[in-house]
């Protein structure tokens, strides 16, 4: 075997001219020899040129090198990819060198949409790369979605092919290795996956900014909006943890607190939760309605700073002109409503046509779906809340000293990660009945697809992560009333009280715990199952020895068979986790302020683990443009107002800043002062404890105990009735809730009115240019016209042909 003819047809044909654009894989023992057979026939009969390799490491499997012509190409593409390279690289050490970049383009052109009319307006300097390898794919890809393999309308599209077992796998091969023997600082980079490895994926370049032009005119172009995301994403939450400030207090004494659970609890002293008051105190404090309000504002600066710097993006990467009119029917929806068409009021073509009853019908069975699924998530929550009200009285009298004194610690720890195993097992259901729901809608084009799944996924997910938590923020202790008569689960279980402390510190240890082990995990099956699967399937072809024996390098299209799939959905799995993760930082910030710097530690490490990932790991993924980020802007907006609404909430009720508010202006020693400080809160502590009989209990106890409430002593003459004092903190509870959310909507929107969509430099800069292409245009169509009417023997008299 010829080594060098294999390390030559790598990424050729066998002629070492015809570039591979694309690989299709199958088995020989396959019983679907029939339909390849049509399949590859159409695809001939298309216009594109196919080549056989047999695998050098399995007998059974082949491959189909694919490659598009240059009449195929001017035939099928609809739009040309920017020509001109900008790249602004200052002399900074978080930016990449300009000398570490080549020069990716030659000339210094215009763009403008492709057209074989106007061919001769083109500077075709080299056919071979005029059009680029992921435009090329993308051709390809379009051609394989819209050949038959039999008779029939719905006969068609390589994913049926793929789904019934004719072809294993259908990708674009890569450009080459991503490593080379030699430094690229001396001998450059030998192809651009080489580069981007260097640049990008290396865990050595982790403080530099992300190369976003080499990225988007890699194979990887798929990726370049969601790096700019989260590059972007990374760069705010660098600007926010600055300002989360923590101050420390702890106030203790030897009052007796009442039992907090049926039988095995005993009395415990208030000192004894000293720590957990300290705990509290970081995240509930003075400091904690100023931190929530900056992150209300953070996060609208942040989503319109982003549509800022997606303009720009959009630009340098010409998808100005180019609108979601433009996209192609789904194969599956042309073959589903071929027999019902209607005009086109766009292209005023006609086009295949979901009937509204058939779309509302599907619609409702899908939502149907979406709220079984979020019912069972509630169920789950149900689930662990009785677990916590059986493991309470367990943990209570449980023989180690240690987990006996802090049974509320073992119970609310074990609690949250049974929650977390539930949360990650209903992800794979969630994931599957997502897909079969949106399937059952019909989706007209791949956008509406993805829309549509984004939407389930991030519904199912959202509520499947954070039920819990809004659980333990809103509920948890509200309704378990009072020593003497508490209220009970089934008549059985008491229902759980708070921490002497309070629940801020059950809701941050939930988030805590949650956030961590969930970045933890999404972590590990990024990078570490690829790992583990790609070094299995190495192992398995050394075990072979077929490689070893005859010293063979395998080409490039048989290694990226050997590398892992990307996902089906894309980078919807990437945006989903960034959505998620925006919506721990925001949404229930004032009770766990570190979210934003998890948030910030994790994605040093994201943006690093998904480079490393596509770049080594995957086979490359199918191109696609993108203007913005599609739907999950508009969830972002609505997790903003979400969270907005939420810290209000958490403020005025959970944490115990308005009782201490209350206290301090209407009960405490400075009263008559008009004004606050440390020691106007002096006796709030024995203010916002109510005074229980223990005689009451019939537990052999006497004397009295205290409890979180404001409620008339036993020898008032109304007992346990909620005190005058109880009805102010609900008042300002509630006129807070009302004053906060105004107030930051309307600081909100200001900031949002302020701030424009597209920097006016970039305005001027695309009216700039579209009045020298229509100049540009003119004159060239003029000069065309008058060497064909020269040729022609006619005479020119500079009229606009």
């Given at each position: 075997?010829?080594t060098?003819?294999?390390?030559?047809?790598?990424?050729?044909f066998?002629?070492?001219?015809?570039?591979?654009?694309?690989?299709?894989?199958?088995?020989?023992?396959?019983?679907?020899?029939?339909?390849r057979s049509?399949?590859?026939?159409?695809?001939?009969?298309e216009?594109?040129?196919?080549?056989r390799?047999?695998s050098?490491?399995?007998?059974?499997?082949?491959?189909?090198?694919?490659?598009?012509?240059w009449?195929?190409l001017?035939?099928?593409?609809y739009?040309?990819s920017?020509?001109r390279?900008?790249?602004?690289?200052?002399?900074?050490?978080?930016?990449?060198d300009?000398?570490?970049?080549?020069?990716?383009?030659?000339?210094?052109?215009?763009?403008?949409?492709?057209s074989?009319?106007?061919?001769?307006?083109?500077?075709?300097?080299?056919?071979?790369?005029?059009?680029?390898?992921?435009?090329?794919?993308?051709?390809?890809?379009?051609?394989?979605?819209?050949?038959?393999?039999?008779?029939?309308?719905?006969?068609?599209?390589?994913?049926?092919?793929?789904?019934?077992?004719?072809?294993?796998?259908?990708?674009?091969?890569?450009?080459?290795?991503h490593?080379?023997?030699?430094?690229?600082?001396?001998?450059?980079?030998?192809?651009?996956?080489?580069?981007?490895?260097?640049?990008?994926?290396?865990?050595?370049?982790?403080?530099?900014?992300?190369?976003?032009?080499?990225?988007?005119?890699?194979?990887?172009?798929?990726?370049?909006?969601?790096?700019?995301?989260?590059?972007?994403?990374?760069?705010?939450?660098?600007?926010?943890?600055?300002?989360?400030?923590?101050?420390v207090?702890?106030?203790?004494?030897?009052?007796?607190?009442?039992?907090?659970?049926?039988?095995?609890?005993?009395?415990?002293?208030?000192?004894?939760?000293?720590?957990?008051?300290?705990?509290?105190?970081?995240f509930?404090?003075?400091?904690?309605?100023f931190?929530?309000?900056?992150?209300?504002?953070?996060?609208?600066?942040?989503?319109?700073?982003?549509?800022?710097?997606?303009?720009?993006?959009?630009?340098?990467?010409?998808?100005?002109?180019?609108?979601?009119?433009?996209?192609?029917?789904?194969?599956?929806?042309e073959?589903?409503?071929?027999?019902?068409?209607?005009?086109?009021?766009?292209?005023?073509?006609?086009?295949?046509?979901?009937?509204?009853?058939?779309?509302?019908?599907?619609?409702?069975?899908?939502?149907?779906?979406?709220?079984?699924?979020?019912?069972?998530?509630?169920?789950?929550?149900?689930?662990?809340?009785?677990?916590?009200?059986?493991?309470?009285?367990?943990?209570?009298?449980?023989?180690?000293?240690?987990?006996?004194?802090?049974?509320?610690?073992?119970?609310?720890?074990?609690?949250?990660?049974?929650?977390?195993?539930?949360?990650?097992?209903?992800?794979?259901?969630?994931?599957?009945v997502a897909?079969?729901?949106?399937?059952?809608?019909?989706?007209?084009?791949?956008?509406?697809?993805?829309?549509?799944?984004?939407?389930?996924?991030?519904?199912?997910?959202?509520?499947n992560?954070?039920?819990?938590?809004?659980?333990?923020?809103?509920?948890?202790g509200?309704?378990?009333?009072?020593?003497?008569?508490?209220?009970?689960?089934?008549?059985?279980?008491?229902?759980?009280?708070?921490?002497?402390?309070?629940?801020?510190?059950?809701l941050?240890?939930?988030?805590?715990?949650?956030?961590?082990?969930?970045?933890?995990?999404?972590?590990?099956?990024?990078?570490?199952y690829?790992?583990l699967?790609?070094?299995?399937?190495?192992?398995?072809?050394?075990?072979?020895?077929?490689?070893?024996?005859?010293?063979?390098?395998?080409?490039?299209?048989?290694?990226?068979?050997?590398l892992?799939?990307?996902?089906?959905?894309?980078?919807?799995?990437?945006?989903?986790?960034?959505?998620?993760?925006?919506?721990?930082?925001?949404?229930?910030v004032?009770?766990?302020?570190?979210?934003?710097?998890?948030?910030?530690?994790?994605?040093?490490?994201?943006?690093?683990?998904?480079?490393?990932k596509?770049?080594?790991?995957?086979?490359?993924?199918?191109?696609?443009?993108?203007?913005?980020?599609?739907?999950?802007?508009?969830?972002?907006?609505?997790?903003?107002?979400?969270?907005?609404?939420?810290?209000?909430?958490?403020?005025?009720?959970?944490?115990?800043?308005?009782?201490?508010?209350v206290?301090?202006?209407?009960?405490?020693?400075?009263?008559?002062?008009?004004?606050?400080?440390?020691?106007?809160?002096k006796?709030?502590?024995?203010?916002?404890?109510?005074?229980?009989d223990?005689?009451?209990l019939?537990?052999?106890y006497?004397?009295?105990?205290?409890?979180?409430d404001?409620?008339?002593?036993?020898w008032?003459?109304?007992p346990?009735?909620?005190?005058?004092?109880?009805?102010h903190?609900?008042?300002?509870?509630?006129?807070?809730?009302?004053?906060?959310?105004?107030?930051?909507?309307?600081i909100?929107?200001?900031?949002?009115?302020?701030?424009?969509?597209?920097?006016?430099?970039?305005?001027d800069?695309?009216?700039?240019?579209?009045?020298?292409?229509?100049?540009?245009?003119?004159?060239a169509?003029?000069?065309?016209?008058?060497?064909?009417?020269?040729?022609n023997?006619?005479?020119?008299?500079?009229e606009?042909?």
């Amino acid at each position: 075997i010829d080594t060098n003819v294999l390390a030559t047809s790598g990424l050729f044909f066998k002629d070492g001219k015809k570039r591979i654009d694309y690989i299709l894989v199958y088995k020989k023992s396959s019983p679907q020899v029939e339909k390849r057979s049509t399949f590859e026939k159409n695809l001939r009969a298309e216009g594109l040129m196919l080549e056989r390799e047999v695998s050098f490491t399995n007998s059974d499997i082949m491959f189909v090198k694919i490659h598009c012509p240059w009449d195929t190409l001017i035939i099928y593409f609809y739009y040309l990819s920017k020509s001109r390279f900008f790249l602004w690289l200052p002399r900074n050490p978080m930016k990449l060198d300009k000398e570490a970049l080549p020069d990716l383009e030659e000339t210094d052109c215009y763009t403008a949409p492709f057209s074989r009319a106007r061919i001769h307006h083109f500077t075709i300097n080299n056919k071979d790369s005029f059009f680029s390898n992921s435009t090329r794919s993308r051709i390809v890809h379009h051609m394989l979605q819209r050949t038959k393999y039999e008779d029939g309308k719905s006969k068609m599209g390589i994913n049926r092919l793929l789904n019934n077992g004719t072809y294993e796998a259908a990708f674009p091969p890569h450009e080459g290795s991503h490593k080379s023997r030699h430094p690229i600082k001396t001998h450059g980079a030998q192809n651009h996956r080489h580069l981007l490895y260097e640049r990008w994926a290396r865990w050595g370049m982790w403080y530099k900014y992300q190369p976003l032009d080499l990225i988007r005119y890699s194979p990887q172009t798929v990726l370049t909006t969601f790096a700019a995301y989260l590059g972007y994403n990374n760069g705010f939450y660098e600007h926010e943890i600055i300002f989360d400030k923590l101050f420390v207090i702890c106030e203790a004494n030897e009052t007796i607190m009442c039992p907090m659970c049926e039988k095995n609890c005993t009395l415990q002293k208030l000192n004894e939760s000293c720590i957990y008051a300290k705990v509290t105190h970081l995240f509930d404090n003075g400091g904690t309605v100023f931190f929530a309000i900056f992150m209300a504002i953070w996060a609208t600066v942040f989503l319109e700073f982003w549509k800022r710097r997606r303009a720009v993006l959009t630009y340098d990467w010409d998808l100005i002109d180019w609108e979601d009119e433009e996209e192609e029917l789904r194969p599956q929806f042309e073959a589903k409503y071929s027999q019902v068409e209607r005009v086109n009021p766009i292209t005023g073509k006609p086009e295949p046509f979901q009937p509204f009853p058939d779309k509302l019908s599907r619609l409702m069975v899908s939502v149907s779906g979406i709220f079984f699924m979020i019912s069972l998530v509630l169920t789950a929550v149900f689930a662990v809340v009785v677990y916590r009200l059986v493991a309470m009285e367990q943990f209570a009298s449980f023989q180690w000293y240690f987990i006996k004194k802090y049974w509320q610690f073992a119970t609310s720890g074990t609690g949250v990660c049974i929650n977390f195993m539930i949360i990650m097992s209903l992800n794979v259901v969630y994931e599957k009945v997502a897909y079969l729901l949106t399937d059952l809608e019909h989706p007209r084009t791949d956008s509406e697809w993805e829309n549509s799944f984004a939407l389930k996924m991030f519904l199912f997910q959202f509520v499947n992560l954070n039920s819990s938590i809004f659980y333990i923020a809103f509920f948890l202790g509200r309704f378990a009333g009072r020593p003497g008569k508490y209220n009970k689960l089934f008549n059985r279980w008491r229902l759980e009280e708070c921490h002497p402390s309070g629940c801020l510190i059950d809701l941050c240890l939930q988030m805590g715990v949650i956030m961590v082990l969930k970045q933890m995990w999404n972590n590990f099956m990024e990078l570490g199952y690829p790992l583990l699967q790609n070094w299995w399937s190495r192992r398995k072809i050394k075990k072979g020895g077929q490689l070893l024996e005859h010293k063979i390098s395998l080409p490039q299209w048989e290694k990226d068979w050997n590398l892992q799939p990307m996902n089906l959905h894309g980078l919807m799995d990437e945006y989903l986790e960034m959505v998620l993760q925006f919506g721990f930082t925001t949404i229930f910030v004032a009770a766990f302020p570190l979210a934003p710097l998890l948030a910030l530690l994790n994605n040093i490490i994201e943006i690093r683990l998904d480079a490393y990932k596509f770049v080594t790991q995957w086979r490359r993924p199918m191109p696609a443009r993108a203007t913005d980020i599609g739907i999950w802007y508009g969830i972002l907006e609505g997790i903003g107002v979400l969270a907005v609404i939420t810290n209000a909430f958490v403020i005025a009720i959970t944490s115990d800043y308005i009782p201490r508010f209350v206290y301090a202006y209407k009960y405490g020693p400075c009263v008559d002062q008009g004004y606050r400080q440390e020691k106007c809160l002096k006796g709030y502590v024995n203010s916002s404890l109510s005074i229980f009989d223990l005689s009451e209990l019939g537990m052999g106890y006497s004397g009295y105990c205290r409890y979180r409430d404001y409620r008339a002593p036993p020898w008032s003459s109304a007992p346990y009735e909620f005190t005058l004092q109880f009805w102010h903190v609900l008042a300002a509870r509630l006129a807070f809730i009302i004053v906060f959310e105004h107030l930051v909507f309307g600081i909100k929107s200001f900031i949002a009115y302020l701030i424009p969509d597209m920097p006016k430099d970039l305005c001027d800069r695309m009216r700039r240019e579209k009045y020298l292409v229509q100049e540009m245009m003119y004159e060239a169509e003029l000069e065309h016209l008058q060497r064909e009417r020269k040729k022609n023997g006619k005479q020119y008299h500079h009229e606009w042909p």
